[in-house]
């Protein structure tokens, strides 16, 4: 079966420290790949998608990048955080079948 | 994926049946209307998808019209842990060039 790792569950930075979470999926080849932020109260905001390795497309730019070094992982990383940058931050995948996504557990991502 | 329209929040009681309606007017031949649930601190839940008419599972089910305009989702006999947001979506990823993103959600808050 299918399974998504997705670490550290939680986090506290300092403003202007790097960034950097990771996501694996297991038991899939090719999967969509796609982090989101939510901030407290709110829905969910695509930040970037992958449909394969090398292949990123940005929603929300600022100072957030993304990257597929491998088929089944993604990573999101940071050079300097902000404060706004707090947030639960998820990690999904699909296969491009219809509107049906796995989610991870999400990290918890504090900026002071 | 198509512009879908819910109610941004709901009460209900124990005990109860919560029915959400999702409007989706705009919905194309090929599109699945999917529902996910989201718990708070946690990662949205896939919980049923369907096409036409009527689809049931152990958590929930779905009602479509002939037109496809609108879907409820019905979940019996509500308990305080089904306190939740929940999204529905409708839509082809792949014809959305596998972006997934999400609307605001209906809230929905049981009381006892």
């Known amino acids: 079966s299918q399974t998504i790792h997705q670490w550290p569950a939680t986090l506290v930075q300092p403003v202007g420290s790097p960034l950097s979470l990771e996501c694996t999926v297991e038991g899939t080849s090719n999967p969509n790949l796609y982090w989101y932020r939510q901030a407290a109260g709110r829905g969910l905001q695509l930040l970037f998608y992958?449909?394969?390795?090398?292949?990123i497309s940005s929603e929300v730019p600022q100072n957030l990048s993304a990257s597929r070094p491998q088929d089944r992982q993604f990573i999101l990383s940071s050079k300097k955080l902000l404060l706004s940058d707090s947030g639960f931050y998820l990690c999904a995948w699909s296969k491009g079948m219809n509107t049906e996504a796995f989610f991870g557990q999400g990290t918890r991502l504090t900026v002071v | 994926l198509a512009k879908t329209t819910q109610p941004i929040s709901m009460d209900s009681y124990e005990g109860q049946e919560v029915n959400i309606t999702c409007s989706h007017n705009n919905i194309a031949t090929n599109d699945y209307i999917t529902w996910y649930q989201q718990f708070p601190s946690q990662g949205p839940r896939f919980i049923i998808q369907?096409?036409?008419t009527k689809v049931t599972n152990e958590v929930a089910s779905l009602f479509i019209p002939a037109d496809r305009k609108s879907s409820t989702l019905s979940l019996p006999r509500v308990s305080l842990s089904d306190t939740a947001v929940y999204y529905c979506l409708v839509g082809d990823i792949k014809a959305a060039g596998n972006k997934l993103t999400f609307g605001g959600g209906t809230r929905v808050l049981v009381k006892p």
């Open positions: 369907g096409y036409k």
């Open positions: 992958s449909v394969g390795i090398g292949q």
